[in-house]
Structure formats: structure tokens, C-alpha cells
């Protein structure tokens, strides 16, 4: 069964990221547009779409690293524990604290992007 849950985490998470992407796309139909520019001319028209090709789309690359900040499929990272006290952003991390990482809320942070 943990083999089982494993492979269905794994086959999960990559295809809410693939709908996420194409839901962004469906969106942003101009940014569609240049995407599929960009596989036409690095793969032509009957290409053959290969793990190798990936270093030649920049532009896709973004669109899926974008994607993933905006809707990580784990919008928290795995619980760490403080083995001291730290004094972190102005707030005191007491010993044995479980802190846990909002990287949904990270992605969208106005003092980290630009435009969130």
C-alpha cells in the first residue's frame, strides 16, 4: 500500500501541474501563442517531443516554473523541527517547534516578486 500511495503522489502532482499549466494558458492565450511558436520552430511541425529538447525551450521552461510557483502541488514543504531557539524575521522560534513552509503564500509574496 505505501508503494501504492507513493506512485499515485507522484503521478498526482504532475498532472495537477499540467492542468494548472494549461489553465494558465487557456488564460493568457497570447503567451499560448509564443509557446507553441517556440516548439514549431525547435521541433517542426511533426516533432518529436524528447526529455533532450528541453534545454532548446527556454520559454516553456518558464511557463512551468511560473506554474509552479503559483500553484505548487505541495503548498507546504515537509514540517522541520528548531533544535534551538532562533530569533527569525522578528518572531522567536522556540526549541522543539514544528515550523512548517506556506510556499503558496511564498509565491505570491509582494516583497519577493515583483508582480505576484
Do not use: C
Not at 516533432?47 to 505548487?72: D, M
Not at 522541520?80 to 514544528?98: C, M, P, R, S, W
Amino acid at each position: 500500500m505505501l508503494i501504492k500511495d507513493l506512485l499515485m503522489a507522484e503521478i498526482d502532482t504532475t498532472s495537477s501541474t499540467l492542468e494548472w499549466t494549461m489553465a494558465e494558458l487557456l488564460h493568457n492565450p497570447e503567451k499560448m501563442l509564443k509557446v507553441r511558436a517556440e516548439l514549431h520552430q525547435t521541433l517542426g511541425k511533426n516533432g518529436k517531443f524528447e526529455e533532450s529538447n528541453t534545454l532548446k525551450l527556454p520559454y516553456l521552461n518558464a511557463i512551468v516554473k511560473e506554474t509552479l510557483r503559483l500553484h505548487p502541488p505541495a503548498p507546504f514543504l515537509i514540517p522541520h523541527k528548531a533544535i534551538d531557539y532562533v530569533e527569525l524575521g522578528g518572531f522567536t522560534i522556540l526549541n522543539n517547534a514544528q515550523i512548517l513552509v506556506n510556499v503558496w503564500s511564498l509565491g505570491r509574496d509582494s516583497s519577493i516578486w515583483a508582480k505576484p
